[in-house]
């Protein structure tokens, strides 16, 4: 249903923006698909790299099955509205052959907190940042301002949790399942789990530089990739700042609306209100959104092909 209503959102808002502006404007990138693309794919790398990293010795992984798992996983997360809750069991059950699903998971899952804290500092900082360049409706400053409050009440009691430790999942499992039930054992290990999560970063010293280094290089050549898409479009770069508050904004689209395959519609929608709203003209909006969502597909295509591959091999002869 999701998917249905987004294709009519998609329709109706590139018919009324004009769609020949914004077939001139996707004619502008030309042969630029492939630089956005490619970043896309350097994209995937961090992420692929930040998981590596959140291994528990003895397990590794080489980067290029990382890397496939990773693309293979978003691909699934794309597809279907499940998000995080189909893309990273998929990502595990990708290198199960390479590292037992275990601890994959558990890497997977560090590795998620570490990069929803740096998509959380990314969208307060191009909020601010958009506060202070742009004059904005009281109803959208307000919003502004309520979103930062919001990241920064995340960021305390994230910090209090790192504090005391808490197992609150596995504490409240605790209590609901029966004693005599076969599911404590799950409990638990879920219990091991919180711990693992909680002291990675006391255990793990080495690798919180180059785990942090690798989640910032994501957001990078995300305001990277705005900023190529945008001067291939207008034909002029926009100031680094105004590409780093629109992959903020970008951010938190993907956030909001993750369980919308595809996001179709919704990214055209809202970021060509955003750049109406800024003075920018709702075509530039719409045609970087629809950019985005070419290279998306060509990466979903690319994952889906290493999920086919990936059964064949493992199928039984």
Same mark, same amino acid.
């Given at each position: ?48 790299? &930040?998981? !590596?990293?959140? %291994?528990?010795?003895?397990?590794? +992984? *080489?980067?290029?099955?990382?890397? /496939? @798992?990773? #693309? ?52 307060? &900082?191009? !909020?601010?940042? %958009?506060?202070?360049?742009?004059? +904005? *409706?009281?109803?959208?400053?307000? /919003? @502004?301002? #309520? ?63 180059? +785990? ?106």
């Amino acid at each position: 249903m999701a998917t249905v209503l987004g294709v009519v959102l998609f329709a109706w808002f590139v018919w009324q923006v004009g769609p020949a502006e914004i077939w001139n404007g996707l004619a502008q990138v030309g042969w630029g698909f492939t630089a956005i693309i490619a970043l896309a794919g350097l994209r995937f790398a961090t992420r692929a790299t &930040a998981w !590596t990293l959140c %291994l528990e010795p003895p397990h590794t +992984l *080489p980067l290029p099955a990382a890397f /496939a @798992a990773v #693309v293979a996983g978003d691909a699934v997360g794309n597809l279907t509205p499940l998000g995080l809750f189909a893309s990273e069991p998929a990502k595990a059950a990708f290198v199960r052959d390479r590292v037992p699903l275990g601890p994959a998971l558990t890497a997977l899952a560090i590795e998620n907190i570490f990069y929803t804290l740096s998509v959380a500092a990314m969208i307060g &900082a191009s !909020t601010i940042a %958009l506060l202070l360049i742009f004059e +904005l *409706p009281s109803a959208v400053r307000h /919003a @502004a301002w #309520v979103s930062l409050v919001a990241i920064a009440a995340g960021f305390v009691v994230t910090a209090f949790l790192l504090w005391r430790r808490p197992a609150l999942v596995s504490r409240a499992l605790s209590h609901i399942v029966p004693k005599t039930s076969r599911l404590q054992d799950r409990v638990g290990q879920l219990h091991d789990l919180e711990a693992q999560i909680y002291t990675f970063a006391v255990r793990r010293r080495r690798v919180l530089v180059p +785990l942090v280094a690798a989640e910032v290089m994501f957001h990078v050549l995300g305001v990277l990739e705005v900023h190529l898409t945008w001067w291939l479009i207008q034909g002029a770069a926009p100031p680094l700042v105004t590409s780093f508050i629109f992959e903020g904004a970008n951010r938190l689209v993907q956030v909001l609306f993750k369980f919308v395959p595809f996001r179709t519609g919704v990214d055209e929608f809202t970021t060509g209100s955003f750049t109406e709203m800024l003075g920018f003209g709702a075509a530039l909006g719409t045609t970087l959104a629809i950019v985005r969502k070419i290279r998306t597909i060509v990466w979903v295509l690319v994952g889906t092909s290493l999920l086919i591959r990936k059964s064949l091999v493992a199928r039984p002869r």
